[in-house]
């Protein structure tokens, strides 16, 4: 593996059991471990892989990136639609409710961004101007 | 250097391949092989897995899937019975036998979990089965395989052009700010203590910049919130 690898690069499904079995309480259970990180001290392993149905008619006009969280993606907004989760609204609707989609986190600094602190990690400005300035527009 | 465990996704698509097989006892060719990182090979994702981990029978409620640009949708049965007939061939080869109904791997349920069998869909799956193996172009259905939380420890670093092209500093000292919007993923930069010439045009009259010169109409556009706006001078 890379080095710096942490989790969600293998090859197991969200919703198999360890008995072999494909259940929705299986990958519900699998997919809230992942997003809280649980037994992250130990060597528990989390299940990567999500599958979804789609019909060819669909897939052949997928674009490049497919979103399974409630964020839209940026051409998606002004519709509020999901036309490009695999197999379209309806089925983010069922898949939703059945795997607890909406409880992925997009990776957002929320606190940050509820006290607009979009400048938090640079340095401060010094607001000063260097003694030789003698440049015209600023006479 | 910035460390964050930062996380990226991806998907496949399992689909018919665009030219059938030419043998016809071929099988396995609905199977994608994907990299697994822990385990650092390839392995093998086949038809029936996957479709087992729809777990397509569970869904409720409307559950009609989009089909091509038009909007045009398909039951979800009608999904589950095409699916079902693929996997039956890629097991078995165009060969194959009859469907039976204990070739059969998605199950609907009711609202308890039980198994709901009908004996309508195991006729309609092998007339499907039937229908695919004349027509290739009948096995419509596909499978999303999406990757989501794929998580490294990541170094970020900024690489940037240089020269004039990028746009010249004509006074003062510049001072380049950079910061990660955490909210929509952006590195933002932020120039202060001096304009740039890329902001400001020069004007051609007198050769000022054109937020300080009397020749043309004072709209500017600002993009950084660099420090008060000096008084306007003309330079006639």
């Keep these: 593996m890379a080095?710096?690898?942490?989790?969600?690069?293998?090859?197991?499904?969200?919703?198999?059991?360890?008995?072999?079995?494909?259940?929705?309480?299986?990958?519900?259970?699998?997919?809230?471990?992942?997003?809280?990180f649980?037994?992250?001290?130990?060597?528990?392993?989390?299940?990567?892989l999500?599958?979804?149905?789609?019909?060819?008619?669909?897939?052949?006009?997928?674009?490049?990136?497919?979103?399974?969280?409630?964020?839209?993606?940026?051409?998606?907004?002004?519709?509020?639609?999901?036309?490009?989760?695999p197999g379209g609204f309806d089925m983010y609707q069922a898949y939703k409710t059945l795997l607890g989609l909406d409880h992925i986190h997009f990776g957002e600094d929320l606190r940050a961004s509820e006290n607009m602190e979009y400048m938090s990690q640079v340095r401060a400005s010094t607001h000063t101007l260097p003694e030789s300035q003698d440049n015209p527009t600023f006479v | 250097?910035?460390?964050?465990?930062?996380?990226?996704?991806?998907?496949?698509?399992?689909?018919?391949?665009?030219?059938?097989?030419?043998?016809?006892?071929?099988?396995?060719?609905?199977?994608?092989?994907?990299?697994?990182?822990?385990?650092?090979?390839?392995?093998?994702?086949?038809?029936?897995?996957?479709?087992?981990a729809t777990v397509a029978g569970a869904l409720t409620g409307t559950t009609d899937l989009v089909n091509g640009p038009s909007g045009a949708k398909v039951p979800l049965n009608t999904w589950i019975q095409t699916a079902e007939a693929m996997n039956h061939i890629n097991k078995n080869g165009?060969?194959?036998?009859?469907?039976?109904?204990?070739?059969?791997?998605?199950?609907?349920?009711?609202?308890?979990?039980?198994?709901?069998?009908?004996?309508?869909?195991?006729?309609?799956i092998a007339q499907l089965v039937t229908d695919m193996k004349a027509d290739y172009s009948k096995m419509t259905a596909t499978i999303c395989i999406a990757r989501p939380f794929i998580e490294h420890a990541m170094l970020s670093a900024v690489l940037t052009v240089s020269g004039q092209d990028t746009g010249a500093t004509l006074f003062g000292p510049?001072?380049?700010?950079?910061?990660?919007?955490?909210?929509?993923?952006?590195?933002?930069?932020?120039?202060?203590?001096?304009?740039?010439?890329?902001?400001?045009?020069?004007?051609?009259?007198?050769?000022?910049?054109?937020?300080?010169?009397?020749?043309?109409?004072?709209?500017?556009?600002?993009?950084?919130s660099s420090r008060s706006s000096p008084s306007r001078r003309t330079c006639t």
């Design chain 1, 3 to 36: 080095n710096g690898y942490r989790a969600g690069g293998n090859c197991r499904f969200f919703t198999k059991k360890s008995d072999g079995t494909f259940t929705v309480d299986a990958g519900k259970e699998a997919l809230q471990s992942r997003l809280n």
């Design chain 1, 38 to 48: 649980e037994d992250n001290d130990t060597d528990e392993v989390h299940p990567s």
């Design chain 1, 50 to 85: 999500l599958a979804f149905p789609m019909m060819e008619g669909q897939a052949e006009t997928l674009h490049n990136e497919i979103s399974i969280s409630s964020r839209l993606l940026p051409w998606d907004v002004h519709s509020k639609t999901y036309n490009y989760f």
């Design chain 2, 1 to 52: 250097m910035l460390q964050r465990f930062t996380q990226v996704g991806e998907y496949y698509t399992m689909a018919r391949p665009p030219i059938p097989p030419k043998d016809k006892d071929a099988t396995g060719f609905l199977d994608i092989m994907i990299y697994d990182e822990e385990t650092d090979k390839h392995c093998r994702i086949t038809w029936e897995q996957a479709l087992k």
């Design chain 2, 94 to 124: 165009f060969k194959a036998g009859a469907f039976e109904e204990k070739d059969r791997v998605i199950f609907q349920t009711n609202a308890s979990g039980v198994k709901k069998t009908s004996t309508t869909d195991v006729t309609a």
């Design chain 2, 174 to 224: 510049s001072d380049m700010q950079v910061s990660a919007n955490t909210s929509v993923k952006t590195i933002e930069g932020c120039v202060s203590e001096s304009a740039s010439a890329a902001l400001f045009p020069v004007c051609f009259q007198c050769g000022y910049l054109t937020p300080f010169c009397a020749h043309v109409p004072t709209a500017t556009t600002r993009a950084t």
